[in-house]
């Protein structure tokens, strides 16, 4: 079937098209186009927090690795929690490498384990974490600062229950006065859609 037909004409093929994406709007030229569709952008509810900072260009490759692990490094010392991406599983064990030299403590995310890793991501916005990911990697999970809001379990009480969300509360306003997650794009991809999905991490 995939040699008969191409995946756009396949979608075609539906009298309706719907989705729901961040990143639709990078595309809105191609929605347009082939599917006829427009794309259209709904606001957040609140303000968006995040700060864009422009590209940095090193000479060397070498360079660049130094001054991505000394930038973690001083965020580290900050308590303050960082995702770096990547483009492979290739350039996740270099950086993964040199942080392990500089006695940083991290995660290694290479989208081959979906379930543990849905875990690892959920919790990239504590304090000193460090997570460093591939574009795939726990994609579709909530990155909530200072991990996931504690549940009410059946066997703890409303006293514990309180004492949970009341402690999450304090670690979670610490992490957003530190500045929140710091997303480290570590180069750009082919698809400026996939930069972007990165930056929509920090969101």
């Known amino acids: 079937t995939l040699a008969t037909i191409s995946l756009q004409n396949y979608f075609r093929l539906y009298k309706k098209i719907a989705g729901m994406t961040g990143t639709a709007a990078t595309e809105m030229e191609e929605f347009k186009k082939i599917y006829n569709m427009d794309v259209l952008v709904i606001p957040t509810h609140m303000k ?4 864009d900072y422009p590209d940095v260009v090193y000479k060397t490759t070498r360079a660049k690795y130094g001054a991505i692990v000394k930038e973690v490094g001083e965020l580290h010392k900050q308590h303050r929690p960082v ?5 492979s599983i290739q ?3 270099i950086i993964s490498e040199y942080l392990t030299r500089k006695g940083i ?9 979906h379930e ?11 304090p000193d974490e460090v997570t460093v990911a591939t574009n795939i990697a726990g994609r579709g999970v909530d990155i909530v600062l200072c991990g996931a809001k504690p549940e009410h379990i059946d066997s703890s009480t409303e006293k514990q229950h309180e004492k949970a969300v009341t402690t999450w509360q304090k670690n979670h306003e610490r992490v957003v006065m530190l500045g929140g997650l710091h997303v480290l794009g570590t180069e750009r991809h082919e698809s400026r859609r996939i930069d972007n999905q990165l930056r929509g991490r920090s969101g």
């Open 48 to 51: 968006v927090q995040r700060q």
């Open 83 to 87: 995702l770096i991406g990547t483009r």
């Open 91 to 93: 350039h996740n064990d």
């Open 105 to 113: 403590e991290h995660q290694v995310l290479n989208a081959k384990n």
């Open 116 to 126: 543990r890793e849905a875990f690892i991501i959920a919790n990239a916005g504590q």
